[in-house]
């Protein structure tokens, strides 16, 4: 095994699982996202968790993953959340695969395609209700559209979904009614024009936890199962109880005693200011260490922060870790996680290199074996 590595605890997925379950109130289904690899942590262990917790739906981003779930054995109904396009019907058709719907001209190709299949294909409908991303623009044209849709002897409208822009906005929820306001008002004008949907979800982790009300038939958390923070706002909320499932570890690669003075790097981008010991971490850039951690981040041994020195190198990186007590090569460095009373969460190492922690978790968990705890 590899020196540097992602230790993921189901344990920690579980529960966060029990805990958004039991923010839902039956009948409200639960739907797990688990595309880009379960955020990194590894689609196949974390579906098991969900489904034995009982999710009872699973999403996936593009269809090669939900192929991936079946491939598994899962026989859950999977939503492709992206589009889905005329060359990947087929592969759809032949998985039992829900792609999301936004124009009559996908549906139709569709509706050919299981036709010539002999199937019935489940679809959900998507709308943008503020996202300006994929979905049909609420009004008379999206009307016309769906019932067009709904029309289709060999398509099944199973569901109606759409996606808040700033669900994770604690202090002003005010574009998020109105997204769940267009939403609703638009599935009403449906059913009063006798298009009834049976799933209509909109509700991403954020608003899982914070609006009971908008869960509607269905709820669709993704960052929340891994225990990530939907951005600082929602840090410390009462009642938010999210445990962040992954760790990034790594063993000491290197000590080595320099004179001050000494330039740390590529570039020599930091110089010694005191004799000091360099200690030298086996992950890099690559391993999604990213660049602009150089001199700035900082990683956890014998507990105490540890800065990164120099600039980050492809697959390895230095720290000063002049302050500590007899440090040793093989001795465990923390990246992300916890050491002794410390700690380095996933959103403050993805602050350091501005970005979020969804980006540096799925880049992370790539080249480096997950480890299951
Ligand atoms: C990724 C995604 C989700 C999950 O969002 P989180 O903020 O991770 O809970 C839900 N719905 C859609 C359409 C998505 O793309």
Redesign the pocket.
Known sequence: MRAAWAEVSLDQIRKNVRYLMGRTTPPTKLMG?V?ANGYGHGVIPVARVLEAEGASYF?VAIPQEGIELRDAGFREPILI?GRSFDEDYPLVLEYDLMPAIFSAEQARVLNEGAAKAGKIASVHIKIDTGMARLGFVPGPEAMEEIARIAAMPNIRIEGIFS?FATASSVRDDSYCRGQFAKFTSFTDELEAAGIKIPLKHIS???AAILYPEMQLDMV?????VYGLY?GPEFMGLPGVEVYPAMEIKAKLASVKRVPSGTKIGYDGTFETKRESLIGVVPMGYVDGVRRSLGNKGAVLLHGRRCPIVGKVCMDQFMIDITDLDDPRENDEVVIIGRQEGEYISAEEFAESCGSVSIEVLCQLGRRMPLVYK
Request: charged fraction near 15%; aromatic fraction near 0%.
């Open positions: 996202v595309k999403a959340l996606h991403n982790s954020a669709r958390p993704g960052m929340a939907a």
